[in-house]
T-cell receptor, first 116, second 111 residues
Framework: DGGITQSPKYLFRKEGQNVTLSCEQNLNHDAMYWYRQDPGQGLRLIYY???????QKGDIAEGYSVSREKKESFPLTVTSAQKNPTAFYLC???????????????FGQGTRLTVV | AQRVTQPEKLLSVFKGAPVELKCNYSYSGSPELFWYVQYSRQRLQLLLRHISRESIKGFTADLNKGETSFHLKKPFAQEEDSAMYYC?????????????FGKGTHLIIQP
């Protein structure tokens, strides 16, 4: 069953702690993305990666970190430096534009992070 | 910077009425254009793409290069159409492989 999986679905964190959100895909996609979704603000890009061992900052990367050690996996760490971490986080994957006409993005079900 | 504008945060129409969700994008080469939809408690998913010229769930979207618009339309709204809709142009050579999203329009279909 091909797809993109995020875990956990809900996550609670104490202030001052780092937390890592998991994202795995078995679609053989080169590109992976992390977005933050807040009401009225749409999807804001945190980080993206187009190839293993390489990633780029998006519009709101401060307070976040990522790694891309395997093609299938792109975990996101929300650090204590992130001032307002409570949000809904979405992971996506796609092929690189130009590899095929079919360049739609596939999304995980999301992780809702709450800082308590 | 590449931009996409969805001017309506919230759109409420009655069942059976026509629906139009607006999307304007900044011109930069020839972006691919997509509409994504997020139903309550479901993951964000593709609704339709301009290259296919398809109609999905009664929705169509016409690309108007002169106005740089890609508005989503449906002639007769149904209650199950209530959802968040995102317009997403995909540019070549841009950051994040050009994958950008509008702020979304929350469509509510009233019975």
């Amino acid at each position: 069953d091909g797809g993109i999986t995020q875990s956990p679905k809900y996550l609670f964190r104490k202030e001052g702690q780092n937390v890592t959100l998991s994202c795995e895909q078995n679609l053989n996609h080169d590109a992976m993305y992390w977005y933050r979704q807040d009401p009225g603000q749409g999807l804001r890009l945190i980080y993206y990666s187009q190839i293993v061992n390489d990633f780029q900052k998006g519009d709101i990367a401060e307070g976040y970190s990522v790694s891309r050690e395997k093609k299938e996996s792109f975990p996101l760490t929300v650090t204590s430096a992130q001032k307002n971490p409570t949000a809904f986080y979405l992971c996506a994957s796609s092929i690189i534009r130009g590899q095929s006409p079919n360049t739609e993005a596939f999304f995980g079900q999301g992780t809702r992070l709450t800082v308590v | 910077a590449q931009r996409v504008t969805q001017p309506e945060k919230l759109l409420s129409v009655f069942k059976g009425a026509p629906v139009e969700l607006k999307c304007n994008y900044s011109y930069s080469g020839s972006p691919e254009l997509f509409w994504y939809v997020q139903y309550s408690r479901q993951r964000l998913q593709l609704l339709l793409r301009h290259i296919s010229r398809e109609s999905i769930k009664g929705f169509t979207a016409d690309l108007n290069k002169g106005e740089t618009s890609f508005h989503l339309k449906k002639p007769f709204a149904q209650e199950e159409d209530s959802a968040m809709y995102y317009c997403a142009p995909r540019y070549s050579g841009g950051g994040a492989d050009g994958l950008t999203f509008g702020k979304g329009t929350h469509l509510i279909i009233q019975p």
